[in-house]
C-alpha cells in the first residue's frame, strides 16, 4: 500500500478563446481542453514542477486543434496566409519571450519559449536581448531552433473555407460601398458594412500554471483576426497586454487585440489585484478594470462591440487560521452537450506540499469575458481528471440585450 500521501499541488488552467462557440463544435473544442490540460500535468512531472513548461505544453496542444485560432487552427490574414502571435511569462522573475506576424512555425508559443530562454543566456558583448521577434528575424531565429515547418502546411481545411467565405463578402462591400459612395464633395459617405458572424473566429488560446512552491506562469497564443493585414501583430505578442505573471497572480487574455493593447489589459488586471493587497475582491477587481476602464476605452473609440475574456489565476496567502477548504464553488453555464466526466465535485481538502499538508497559499482561479463565451479547462495534480466547460453568459435584461457588460465567475479548483 503506498504510504507516500498525495502529490504534491500543482494547478493548470487553460482557455480556448472568448468569443463565440457554436454547440456543434463544443465537443472538439473540450477535447482540445483535456488533452492541453493532461499534457500540462505531465509535463509538471516530466520538468521536475516547474510552472513555465507547464504553460508551454498545454499551449502547443491547443496549437495543434483545427477548431482553435491558433496555431494549425489560425485564422488567415487577407492574402490568405498564416501569421501567429504567442508570449510567455515567468512570474517568478518576470521574464518574457514573444513572437508575431511569424509564418511557418507549428507551435508558435515554443519559439516564444526559446526567446526567454535566449534571454537567460549572458551573452559575449553585453548586448539587451529581444522581448520580441517578429516577421522574417523570427522565422530565422525559428529556423536555428528547429520549430520550422512549410507555411502551407499551417493552412487548415477550416481556415481555408472560412476565409474564402468572407474574402467573397469583403470583396462585395467593397464594390457596394464603391457604387454607393457620394458623387459630390460634401454629401455623407455612405455609413460602413457589417457583416455579422465575422468576428465568432477572433478568439485566442492561453494558459495560467502555479507550482507546488507558488510560482506563476502565463502564456497566450492567437493566429489573430480573420483577414487582417499582413504583419498585423496583436495583444497575444505584446508585453503587458495578452498575458502577464507575478509572484501573485498569473493571466491570459483573448478578445480584439487592438483594445486590449491600449490597456495592456493582463498587466492592468494584475497590478489592480497586487495594488489592493491581501484584501483584494477579485471579483470587484475584474469588474472594475474589465467592466470599467475596457468597456469605457472600447466606447470611446466607437466599438460598439466589445471582446474580451480573461483567465486569472490569484494566489491568496493562507492566514494560521484559515480552516476553509481551498476549493470555491460557483454558478457556471455549462454546456449539455458536454460530457458527464467534465463535472468534478470532490470538495475535499488533501493537502499540496511536498510533505502532503495544505499549500501555504490559497488558488483561485476567475474567469470574465464581455462576449457570449469563454471555453475554459483545468486540472491540479491532486485531481489530474481535467474539468472543461464552456462559459455562456445569461440572457440580459429586456432593453439591455445589446449593452456591453461583463460575466464574471469563480471556477472550483478541487484538492
Known sequence: MDQSGPPPLQIIAVHGGAGFHPKSTGLEVKHALRLACSRAIEAFTRERGIALPAVCEAISALEEDEFLNAGYGSNLTLRGTVECDASIMDGCNGDFGAVGSVSGVRYPIKLAHEVLQYSRKPDPLG???????????????????????????????????????????????????????????????????????LRDRQDTVGAVACNVEGHLAAGVSSGGLLLKLPGRVGEAAIYGAGCWATHKTACSVSGAGEYITRLSLARALCDAIEAAGDDADTHEVLQRVLGRDFL??????????????????????????????????????????????????DKSDRGGNSHGGRPAFKPRLWCAFTTESM?????????????????????????????????????????
Not at 176 to 190: I, N, Y
Not at 375 to 381: D, S, V
Request: aromatic share 4%; glycine share 8%.
Open 127 to 197: 548586448r539587451t536581448p529581444p522581448l520580441l521577434l517578429v516577421s522574417s528575424g523570427a522565422s530565422e531565429f525559428a529556423e536555428s531552433c528547429g520549430l520550422r515547418c512549410p507555411p502551407q502546411s499551417m493552412v487548415s481545411r477550416r481556415a481555408q473555407g472560412e476565409w474564402a467565405k468572407w474574402k467573397n463578402e469583403l470583396d462585395a462591400a467593397k464594390s457596394r460601398l464603391s457604387e454607393d459612395s457620394p458623387a459630390t464633395p460634401g454629401q455623407d459617405a455612405p455609413p460602413q458594412l457589417q457583416v455579422d458572424g
Open 296 to 345: 469605457q476605452l472600447c466606447s470611446d473609440r466607437g466599438e460598439p462591440s466589445p471582446q474580451a475574456g480573461v483567465l486569472l489565476l490569484v494566489k491568496e496567502e493562507r492566514s494560521r487560521d484559515d480552516s476553509a477548504n481551498v476549493g470555491h464553488d460557483s454558478d457556471m453555464d455549462s454546456d449539455s452537450d458536454g460530457n458527464g466526466d467534465d463535472s468534478n465535485t
Open 375 to 415: 471555453a475554459i479547462g483545468y486540472a491540479t495534480t491532486l485531481s489530474p481528471k481535467p474539468s472543461t466547460v464552456i462559459l455562456r453568459r445569461p440572457p440580459r435584461a429586456p432593453g439591455r440585450e445589446n449593452s456591453p457588460s461583463v460575466y464574471t465567475t469563480a471556477l472550483p479548483l478541487n484538492y
